[in-house]
């Protein structure tokens, strides 16, 4: 791969790769089925942060990238069909491929297929509420999917109504007002939902686009505040920092000290939780935005790392570690002999997304950047 990595924000290349070892590394727990104690609470947790920390950074990601597009001055909808191509390019490819082959496994296996399997197809196996166990990582893409979709078409309706507002204040408006709606369906869904077991809020709630778009959207408005506070965004990054890490820490510890049980404190779970991660999180992104290195010390590994993180996403659970545990059972297997088991599952997932990027991945991106695109799209 020809990368000039003293160009890439080594901080944001740095999130990617801290979030997907998160995801590989809690996935790791299917291997010790019989495991508990703290350490194995611990790997949950990250797990869970893992794609909360990617929804976020893709919140702040295509949110400087909208805020641009909209803010100049001959803003046309013609730039936001090419901010959906190119989405489109980057995630599509790779779901469908991931899709196929996740098919093709149950097929071999002799399985089934969900009767919903259709809904795979549109991003729609979690819209509204709990999908079934077949491709289970695919949660979080139509989140990301329908939250491209919907920021663009409620900044270009704004337009519609030529209002005498200025577009860095609609932007402001319209993130907001996405929010403060997931926000809304959150508090209906405590209402409405009688109190449960984690594992049914870990299905029905944090993995269900109904309640979710707005964790991309906490990226969006640290996206605006960083454009149009930037200033304020560089002189304080160090203290939003602390207060993420501090806020974060202290919840948490909160949460196991106290004993704050979803049964007991569902208002808190089911509305509030996700949300203070998600703004902890967006709190890092003044310190991380900023963060370059120059050396060339492990600036690599975690760029390529950064790189091949959503190839490793898609292909680390339900494709590697299905199919390692398919012809190899892990079931007669010694502690010490389940340990080079992961440390295979590991590097076979890294091996394999790099080859997945190299020969599939990235060059499916560079269609996007193909002249027709550019001329249909943009009129350069």
Not at 57 to 69: H, N
Not at 172 to 187: A, E, S
Request: net charge positive; aromatic share 20%; charged share 15%.
């Amino acid at each position: 791969m020809n990368i000039n990595y003293k160009e890439r924000i080594f901080g944001l290349d740095f999130m990617r790769a801290v979030a997907i070892l998160f995801v590989v590394f809690s996935h790791a727990l299917w291997i010790f089925p019989d495991a508990s104690g703290s350490f194995v609470d611990v790997l949950h947790l990250v797990g869970v942060m893992g794609v909360e920390i990617f929804f976020v950074l893709s919140g702040f990601l295509i949110g400087r990238i909208l805020f641009r597009i909209f803010t100049k001055p001959d803003f046309k909808h013609q730039d936001i069909h090419y901010f959906l191509i190119r989405r489109w390019f980057r995630t599509i490819p790779n779901y469908y491929l991931a899709l196929l082959i996740n098919i093709g496994i149950v097929l071999y296996f002799g399985r089934e297929l969900p009767d919903s399997i259709a809904s795979y197809f549109f991003f729609l196996q979690n819209a509204v509420g709990g999908m079934d166990i077949f491709f289970t990582e695919s949660w979080s893409l139509p989140i990301e999917e329908f939250a491209y979709i919907l920021c663009p078409f409620l900044l270009y309706a704004t337009l519609l109504f030529n209002l005498k507002i200025a577009k860095q204040k609609l932007f402001l408006f319209v993130t907001l007002t996405i929010l403060l709606l997931f926000l809304c369906t959150k508090t209906i869904y405590n209402f409405i939902t009688p109190s449960s077991d984690m594992n049914d809020w870990n299905i029905n709630l944090k993995a269900v686009v109904l309640y979710r778009i707005d964790a991309i959207y906490y990226g969006v408005l640290a996206a605006y505040l960083s454009l149009t506070f930037k200033s304020f965004w560089l002189q304080h990054k160090n203290l939003f920092l602390f207060i993420g890490i501090t806020a974060f820490l202290t919840m948490h510890f909160w949460i196991s000290s106290q004993s704050i049980i979803i049964k007991e404190y569902p208002f808190f779970w089911n509305v509030l939780y996700l949300p203070v991660c998600s703004i902890c999180i967006a709190l890092s992104l003044p310190f991380l935005s900023q963060w370059k290195v120059t050396s060339t010390l492990g600036l690599r590994f975690i760029t390529n790392l950064s790189l091949i993180s959503y190839a490793m996403y898609l292909l680390h659970y339900s494709i590697i570690l299905q199919l390692m545990r398919y012809f190899y059972p892990i079931e007669s297997l010694q502690f010490s002999e389940k340990l080079f088991f992961t440390f295979v599952y590991i590097f076979l997932t890294v091996i394999l997304s790099y080859v997945f990027y190299h020969i599939y991945e990235k060059p499916m991106m560079n269609i996007r950047d193909k002249a027709y695109f550019r001329k249909k799209y943009t009129k350069l």
